[in-house]
T-cell receptor, first 115, second 115 residues
């Protein structure tokens, strides 16, 4: 079975540019999560969706970040305009539903570098 | 993945020995705990989970112990192999009723297996 698929794997762009990260969750999973991982702050939850609806976006750093989930098989995380401090690895994860016993399964991430 | 390379505690283990990785948590109301393994360039991979109403759970070569009295979680890996070299994260759901399936990750421990 395919796991969580993220694209691109690597992105290098100049500050001020718009960046769009993409995620395809595991088929049948109803919850989707976006994380950011940095050396200084470790793994941080940015936002999560359940049944395509954003449930908690308290981790989104600021208005430059936005996330959408137009359908059950696709989500985007957008940064506009991007800044060097946004450089990090961004992970998407999905789980079967919101239940406590449902582990999250992660993609291999997008390594983002903002110059 | 973007591991906290310079600041991660590191456990060096001889191949074939058992490994014990420890994690302290702060919220006595946490419902659910997960151990993840993260190899370089990959996303966190689910290893094993445990609910707060249990104190021990075993998987293949791994055992998770939960001591709620002192708010301590450990992961034991039996007969450690070179493929076990990675960063290991504990994660908890601090308040499922209020926050749903929202994981909070620890800082991670790097395990280095010596041949």
């Amino acid at each position: 079975d395919a796991g969580v698929i993220q694209s691109p794997r690597h992105e290098v762009t100049e500050m001020g540019q718009e960046v769009t990260l993409r995620c395809k969750p595991i088929s049948g999973h109803n919850s989707l999560f976006w994380y950011r991982q940095t050396m200084m702050r470790g793994l941080e939850l940015l936002i999560y969706f359940n049944n395509n609806v954003p449930i908690d976006d308290s981790g989104m750093p600021e208005d430059r970040f936005s996330a959408k989930m137009p359908n059950a098989s696709f989500s985007t995380l957008k940064i506009q305009p991007s800044e060097p401090r946004d450089s990090a690895v961004y992970f998407c994860a999905s789980s079967l539903d919101r239940g406590v016993n449902q582990p999250q399964h992660f993609g291999d991430g997008t390594r983002l570098s903002i110059l | 993945g973007e591991n906290v390379g310079l600041h991660l505690p590191t456990l060096s283990v001889q191949e074939g020995d058992n490994s014990i990785i420890n994690c302290a948590y702060s919220n006595s109301a946490s419902d659910y705990f997960i151990w993840y393994k993260q190899e370089s360039g990959k996303g966190p991979q689910f290893i094993i989970d445990i609910r707060s109403n249990m104190d021990k759970r075993q998987g293949q070569r791994v055992t998770v112990l939960l001591n709620k009295t002192v708010k301590h979680l450990s992961l034991q890996i039996a007969a450690t192999q070179p493929g076990d070299s990675a960063v290991y994260f504990c994660a908890e759901i601090a308040n499922f009723k209020a926050a749903g399936n929202k994981l909070t990750f620890g800082g991670g421990t790097r395990v280095l297996v010596k041949p």
